[in-house]
């Protein structure tokens, strides 16, 4: 989530002013500002219409994490138990395996004939059925030589993330904001309906999984987008802030969903049906009147302006002669900056050296969260459970990293959390050899509170580092990478069926790259947003490497005759 600020600070023009500051309103900002930025209609817009559309997103995008999951299971093998209980027929029938960790258990994937040979389960398998009736692997054998079935899957759904945030990306500053984002929810819903009857057809449902991850991407970022290009730069912060926190309570209402229903299919029209119900909003979502401006549709945007202007009391500001004069100025100026794109991230070294660095710690970031979602099936204890915790333990995460950020600064915040991910997945690495399993879980929940807080970060340096003309480029650019490396994703966690602590290895290793990508980044709190592409290559440019904070913010003074203001810059 990136929170695009294309405006700059107003003009202050006061008797006595001690020290002058030159920064000159984006023209959309101004109109923004006469029609109310942060009033009735924004509000209504961010509780009362994205919060609902947020809150389904994570049920409807992470269903397949659950029906997907691959119970424990046995070679089935006919004859006369004679009463035998579960774990003594085991013993007589299934050879002990001791790949893929220290602790032998029974196989998975191979029997006892009658003469004492080992074979390959070839009457089929049972499944362990405490916390499902049936998921999908369980019901088509996504089992032993197919277990990489679901691996699969995910992994083509993030291969389709990453195409749709290059295509729908791009389609989305194209043809606008809300067509593309109603078109991502038919694409969304109907294609997850389909694969809901195709799993029988492996190659059909990976086709599936492909669709539905080009949309998710759009899908969220556009209604966030909406509401906060109409909105000021304060209230950005807030926008994004709730959309996050209601993330969060659909996420924890998913595995609540999955653990009373039990059965795959069910799952799959339980959790796919509320995005029908997203339609809903056709009338509710208006598009973005700063999009509109910015392809010379002023007819429209003026329309959205003056309903703006109406809702929040403030029609008497924008009569519509003197709100066209200003649209039409507000067009070209957009057009004189239109002169810049990906490339431009690279044209200076400063601003080429940050960009990479920030994309390389954007990149772990999303790794690491990506891959201890997903590898919560794979933590002992009940799944459900856990995906819950991993869940809601993101509300006090983001508290502390929204208190942090401005009192420790961006830098050292970000560093500090990588290298408590270090210890925290040498602890679950170390948990899960000696088969200490409290150790385990109690480390993932520590790991998953600080990669939430370091993502936290990266998308706030994001805002800072990149300047007004490439913001929501520059982090595109970096999301779009990490949703490329972010395929690998799946393989990681598979990495537990080799070795179980593997998948921990993997992700400390990661963290020492995020710090390594963290440290060389410059440190922006106090710092003034960066409005061209000659600010953005001075940030950090004379800074100490071992700085701990830069400047605190200066101060000026506010005169007249009857009182005295001190404003922060």
């Known amino acids: 989530m990136t929170v695009e600020n294309s405006g700059k600070e107003p003009e202050v023009k006061e008797h006595h002013q001690e020290e002058t500051i030159d920064n000159h309103p984006d023209e959309f900002d101004e109109i923004l500002q006469l029609a109310g930025s942060q009033g009735k209609y924004q ?14 997103q994570p049920i409807l995008t992470l269903n397949a994490l659950f029906m997907l999951y691959e119970p424990d299971h046995w070679c089935y093998v006919p004859g006369n138990r004679n009463g035998a209980d579960i774990d003594t027929w085991k013993k007589l029938t299934l050879p002990e395996d001791i790949s893929g960790g220290n602790e032998a258990r029974f196989s998975r994937c191979q029997m006892f004939t009658n003469d004492g040979n080992i074979t390959t389960c070839s009457n089929g398998w049972e499944y362990d059925k405490t916390d499902y009736d049936l998921t999908i692997p369980s019901q088509y054998n996504w089992v032993c030589e197919k277990e990489h079935y679901a691996t699969d899957a995910l992994t083509l759904y993030a291969v389709g993330n ?39 057809c492996f190659i059909g449902f990976l086709t599936t999984q492909f669709i539905i991850g080009t949309a998710f991407p759009v899908l969220y970022i556009t209604p966030c987008m909406i509401a906060a290009e109409i909105s000021d730069k304060e209230y ?23 653990w009373a229903i039990r059965y795959w299919f069910i799952i799959g029209i339980v959790t796919t049906v509320p995005g029908i119900l997203l339609f809903g909003f056709w009338n509710m979502l208006p598009e973005s009147p700063r999009w509109l401006v910015s392809v010379g549709k002023i007819e429209e945007a003026a329309v959205i302006i003056q309903k703006i202007a109406e809702k929040n009391g403030r029609m008497d500001k924008v009569p519509i002669e003197k709100l066209n004069a200003m649209l039409k100025k507000a067009v070209k100026s957009h057009k004189l900056r239109e002169n810049v794109g990906v490339w431009t991230l690279f044209s200076k070294p400063v601003l080429a050296k940050n960009t990479i660095m920030l994309t390389i710690s954007w990149s772990m970031n999303a790794l690491i969260y990506y891959g201890i979602t997903l590898n919560s099936s794979n933590m002992s204890g009940n799944q459900f459970l856990n995906f819950f915790i991993l869940a809601v333990i993101e509300v006090p995460s983001g508290w502390l990293g929204g208190y942090l950020v401005d009192r420790t600064g961006r830098r050292w915040t970000q560093v500090g959390f990588f290298g408590f991910c270090i210890l925290a997945f040498i602890g679950a690495s170390i948990g899960v050899t000696i088969g200490n399993q409290p150790l385990v879980i109690v480390s993932i929940f520590i790991a998953k509170f600080c990669v939430t807080l370091t993502f936290l970060v990266v998308y706030l340096q994001g805002t800072e580092i990149f300047p007004t003309p490439l913001r929501t480029t520059g982090s595109g ?25 593997l998948p921990y290895i993997a992700m400390a290793l990661l963290s020492l790259f995020g710090i390594i990508a963290s440290i060389l980044l410059p440190e ?22 071992w700085s701990y904070l830069p400047y605190k913010p200066s101060t000026f003074k506010i005169e007249d005759e009857k009182d005295t203001n001190e404003t922060k810059l």
């Open 477 to 501: 650019f970096a999301s779009t990478t990490s949703s490329a490396i972010g395929v690998t994703g799946p393989y990681l966690v598979y990495l537990g069926k080799v070795m179980p602590s």
């Open 236 to 258: 950005r912060a807030i926008i994004y802030s709730f959309a996050w926190v209601i993330w969060v309570v659909g996420m924890a209402l998913l595995p609540l969903l999955a």
């Open 43 to 56: 509000k209504i817009l961010v509780f009362l219409v994205l919060g609902p559309i947020i809150m389904v």
């Open 162 to 200: 990453c195409v749709g945030a290059l295509i729908f990306g791009w389609a989305s500053d194209k043809y606008g904001r809300r067509p593309l984002f109603f078109l991502m929810v038919f694409i969304n819903t109907f294609f997850r309906a389909v694969s809901l009857f195709v799993p029988y």
């Open 524 to 545: 922006t709190l106090h710092k003034n947003l960066p409005e061209s592409i000659d600010d953005a290559n001075n940030v950090g440019k004379d800074a100490k490497f």
